[in-house]
């Protein structure tokens, strides 16, 4: 019942509403086949603090260690094939180390089964901390947690210079171009297995995708949606309005 109502609400939304905006090109493809209403594309993106922050130079430091970095809800079994290439990826690289950062439903399930020295879950950090975390793994990862959605992390991973292994959908492609500025692959652990060894064993293939992947960011960040908002919305304002029973206002008040 509670979807049907949704839905109703949705519908009597998108037909009354002046303007439609949404993050990404898929939604909007969605919108046009579902409600024949054309959306205008606006990214999600970081906020100014946090994308400074990201943004601002960090001596790069060669070691022998690598860490992979998730950061995002630890819940509906989301990591269940990467934590399953994670444990056998650090069995492999004494090196390795990966770090779970968030917190959810699953997060004592993981912890029990693949805790270790290896792989660490810190729970949920936030604002300076959770930007030096990211600053220094020397992969991030993004899991699919929608097929439609536009994981904001993505881009906050791409702001800092690090290569991204992402689950590959629609939107995905939309900010990653595959093998340019990240590395996309089908969620199978043969696959992701493939995608994170082919960074972790390769230093200057992550140098080089992680410059492309900032630039990408800064890209996308430069995309004025402002602009396109405030122009959108100023055609609105600047449209006769009609009242039906009484016609054009501004001809009525002239």
């Not at 519908?11 to 990404?24: D, F, K, L, Q, Y």
């Not at 946090?50 to 809800?73: K, W």
């Not at 904001?152 to 800092?160: C, D, G, T, W």
Request: glycine share 6%; net charge positive.
């Amino acid at each position: 019942i509670k979807l049907v109502i949704f839905e109703m609400i949705l519908r009597v939304a998108m037909s009354t509403a002046e303007v439609v905006t949404t993050i990404n090109g898929v939604h909007a493809k969605l919108i046009k086949a579902r409600y024949r209403r054309d959306a205008l594309v606006v990214p999600d993106i970081p906020i100014a603090e946090r994308l400074s922050q990201l943004l601002a130079p960090h001596p790069s430091t060669v070691t022998e260690r690598a860490t992979v970095l998730y950061v995002g809800s630890v819940s509906r079994s989301r990591l269940d094939v990467f934590l399953q290439v994670a444990q056998d990826l650090t069995r492999r690289r004494r090196e390795l180390r990966i770090t779970i950062l968030g917190d959810g439903k699953d997060l004592a399930r993981y912890r029990e089964r693949y805790g270790s020295d290896s792989i660490a879950f810190p729970g949920y950090e936030g604002g300076a901390e959770l930007v030096e975390r990211i600053r220094s793994a020397d992969v991030c990862y993004s899991d699919v947690w929608s097929q439609i959605g536009t994981p904001a992390k993505i881009l906050e991973y791409m702001a800092a210079a690090k290569p991204v292994v992402a689950v590959d959908t629609e939107s995905t492609r939309e900010i990653i171009r595959n093998g340019l500025e990240g590395v996309l692959c089908p969620n199978n652990i043969r696959s992701l297995r493939v995608a994170l060894e082919s960074l972790l064993n390769d230093l200057d293939m992550r140098m080089r995708i992680g410059e492309a992947a900032r630039q990408r960011a800064l890209d996308i960040v430069h995309q004025d949606g402002f602009e396109t908002l405030v122009t959108a919305y100023g055609a609105i304002v600047r449209r006769p309005r009609v009242n039906p029973l009484k016609g054009n206002f501004r001809q009525q008040s002239s």
